[in-house]
């Protein structure tokens, strides 16, 4: 007669489940740890481009030639004294009631010792007589993405009719 064979229901010994348990938290340390690496050398060297172009900034240097009111619509003429171009304009007006309104144009650049007009700057009837407009240059850092001179702001103060 053969004997059977008693088939055994034990499972791994603990040492080998240990030692799969630490390889396994391992081996996601190491994921999340190569991740984060990419994470922060992007973040890195994005700031890294605002920071570049925030002291660009410092050689902003703006001239307003001209500034002037008609009805709802102003014109100004700004000249560029500096090697540096703007990319993009934030025109904002104080009215009467003393909130203030924005025009924001992405395409109102000024090239380098460039002076160029901007007209047609329409802003609500409601807002009133205009007498003064801060003008706050932004430069490109990547597409879609600016950064304001904020302490190059310049203020026009806005004549009668153009």
Excluded at 88 to 110: C, Q
Excluded at 125 to 153: E, F, W
Aim: charged share 25%; with cysteine; glycine share 8%.
């Amino acid at each position: 007669m053969k004997k059977k064979k008693k088939m055994s229901k034990k499972g791994i010994s603990p040492m080998i489940a240990t030692v799969l348990l630490i390889g396994f938290i391992i081996s996601i340390i190491l994921l999340i740890l190569l991740w984060g690496r990419d994470y922060i050398e992007e973040l890195a060297e994005k700031k890294g481009a605002l920071a570049e172009k925030q002291n660009e900034c410092t050689k902003v240097s703006l001239d307003v030639v001209k500034a002037c009111w008609t009805g709802d619509t102003a014109e100004i003429v700004i000249r560029n004294k500096a090697n540096t171009p703007i990319h993009k304009f934030i025109f904002r007006a104080v009215g009467k009631e003393g909130s203030p309104v924005e025009k924001v144009g992405k395409d109102w650049t000024l090239g380098s010792l460039e002076t160029k007009s901007y007209d047609g700057l329409k802003f609500p009837t409601d807002v009133g007589k205009i007498n003064n407009m801060d003008i706050i240059p932004h430069l490109r850092v990547a597409l879609g993405h600016y950064v304001p001179c904020s302490k190059q702001k310049i203020t026009a103060r806005l004549t009668g009719n153009c």
